[in-house]
């Protein structure tokens, strides 16, 4: 089954950015549904975004216009671009893939918005 881990989470100010990587272990995310998800502390796990391999895009709310998708299936890998940071966008990371053999999870990168 595909493995996938997750990197570029760190400790920012408010407005800052970070890009955020998925990489998966095999041949590639091609025909998988790769999303994302965080989950703060004490809180409920969230989604925040989807990425159709047709290249459709979805969003929460709270991060549309914040936050993009994006990939490189030649490193078979996909990012999150995080903009405009605020406190409240602090947790721990995911990324999901959807396949045809079933749903593999990441093992998540931390992200920390100070004021």
């Known amino acids: 089954q595909v493995q996938l881990v997750e990197s570029g989470g760190g400790l920012v100010q408010a407005g800052e950015s970070l890009k955020l990587s998925c990489v998966g272990s095999?041949?590639?995310?091609?025909?998988?549904?790769i999303s994302w998800h965080r989950q703060a502390p004490e809180k409920a796990r969230e989604w925040i975004a989807t990425?159709?391999?047709?290249?459709?895009?979805m969003y929460t709310p709270s991060v549309k216009g914040r936050f993009t998708l994006s990939r490189d299936d030649a490193k078979n890998t996909v990012y999150l671009q995080l903009d405009s940071l605020a406190p409240e966008d602090t947790a721990v990371y995911s990324c999901?893939?959807?396949?045809?053999?079933?749903?593999?999870w990441g093992q998540g990168t931390q992200v920390t918005v100070s004021t």
């Open positions: 999901q893939r959807t396949g045809d053999d079933g749903t593999t």
């Open positions: 095999e041949d590639s995310f091609n025909g998988d549904i």
């Open positions: 990425l159709w391999p047709g290249g459709a895009t």
